[in-house]
């Protein structure tokens, strides 16, 4: 990166490491699958009481998102990501001495919490303020953490937890994750140093954007997206065993189709910094709405592979590419903002695409005609980015 873009190179890289190692904190979201288990059967709960609890976290996580953002555009990242890292921990330390479902209910707030302040919208914002040249690049590397994150927390915590019990494998997470993110927490809430040509200037904010057609094209795209995504994780297990396959065979490829998402984030970054941004999440799109015509078709092995590397491409690579069409809209220092009050479809979208996709199955005896119709949306979705456009006044150029 040219030292006059954004600084000196090795302090936009260390931003970037340190946006990295805060990412790394989403991986906690990954511990909620193994410990469904463990919790149920040590406090004689029923799975659906354990599973309730994503409806809280759901609205939680949009609402905080949409916070998230604003207070980043406003005050800089860096006291959202400090109380984030303090909030990682009290999350797990708290779940480790639950008792009762209403504290899981309570204890999924906070999760929300940290979720949001370490998520996409805060670290997107740090890193395209602080990357120019190769911004998708950036992006794709410090996103790709949270699956990374997910993919060695998981077996850590199973052998901790086979060593000492869940309650006090949380405690050790939760500390050592707090240690472990608040110094980076600083680093990357460095605000970056303003251009002097002013080419990033903004259109006006949120306000001006809620009044554009892009801004509601890309929110029925996201609310789309959390439907599709939130449904097919769901899902799946029931999909491939009702197709025939053990769940130890479900896992093997549900676990397969996550750790893909590390390197399709790296790809895409990459990609993203040669094509246009609305190419970038058209190509997305048209990978989502064939994962789910993929899954009409499984368990037939081939099919399953195009499933697998379709939808894992696809979820992650979006991390990556709908942010950067969020400032090709609305300029690069306002994204944070926007891209946060987008968020807000995740509550409708993640809550109520699962309900309506498990009450199909219950009135049909199939998802047969859920993933149709979500091929068909996510085609529509497709169609809908036509509507987005550059929506900065004229002569302003956004990088």
């Known amino acids: 990166m040219p030292q006059d ?13 340190a946006s990295f190692v ?36 759901f609205p939680v996580l949009a609402i905080a998102s949409a916070f998230a953002g604003r207070l980043t555009v406003r005050v800089g990242a860096r006291p ?6 303090v909030c990682l921990g009290a999350t797990f330390w708290l779940m480790s001495g639950i008792q009762r479902p209403v504290e899981l209910y309570l204890v999924n707030v906070l999760y929300g919490l940290f979720m949001a302040g370490l998520g996409d919208v805060v670290i997107g914002g740090v890193v395209t303020s602080w990357v120019e040249r190769w911004r998708g690049a950036a992006l794709g590397f410090a996103y790709a953490a949270s699956n990374l994150g997910g993919m060695l927390l998981v077996p850590v915590f199973a052998a901790l937890s086979d060593a000492m019990g869940w309650r006090e494998a949380l405690r050790w997470l939760a500390g050592a994750g707090t240690i472990a993110i608040l110094p980076f927490a600083y680093l990357a809430g ?32 996201l609310l789309l997206f959390f439907a599709y995504f939130v449904s097919v994780n769901d899902a799946f297990f029931s999909i491939m065993m009702d197709a025939g396959m053990s769940r130890v065979e479900a896992g093997a490829w549900y676990s397969t189709a996550i750790g893909m998402g590390w390197l399709a984030k790296l790809g895409m970054g990459v990609v993203a910094d040669f094509v ?13 709405a064939a994962s789910a015509l993929f ?6 092995q081939p099919w399953l592979w195009a499933f697998v590397v379709s939808y894992g491409l696809a979820v992650a690579a979006r991390d990556v590419v709908y942010p950067l069409v969020v400032g090709f809209s609305f300029g690069m220092r306002t994204m944070p903002e926007v891209y946060g009050a987008l968020m807000l479809s995740l509550a409708i979208g993640g809550s109520v695409g699962s309900f309506l996709t498990q009450l199909v199955h219950d009135l049909s005896g199939s998802y047969r005609p859920a993933l149709v119709a979500y091929a068909v949306l996510n085609l529509l979705v497709l169609a809908s980015l036509a509507l987005v456009r550059r929506e900065q006044p004229a002569g302003v150029e956004v990088p």
């Open 295 to 300: 899954l009409l078709l499984v368990p037939d």
């Open 5 to 17: 873009a954004r600084g000196p190179r090795g302090r936009v890289a260390a931003v970037v490491f």
């Open 190 to 221: 460095r605000r970056a140093p303003v251009r002097q040509e002013g080419s990033e200037e903004v259109a006006g904010g949120l306000a001006s954007a809620l009044r554009t057609r892009s801004f509601w094209a890309l929110g029925f795209a």
């Open 80 to 85: 959202i990501l400090l109380a984030s890292a």
């Open 276 to 288: 246009p941004p609305k190419a970038g999440l058209a190509l997305d799109c048209a990978l989502l």
């Open 22 to 57: 805060c990412q790394l904190g989403l991986g906690y979201a990954y511990l909620f699958s193994p410990l469904l288990r463990e919790v149920t059967e040590d406090l004689g709960w029923t799975r659906a009481e354990f599973a309730a609890a994503r409806a809280v976290y």
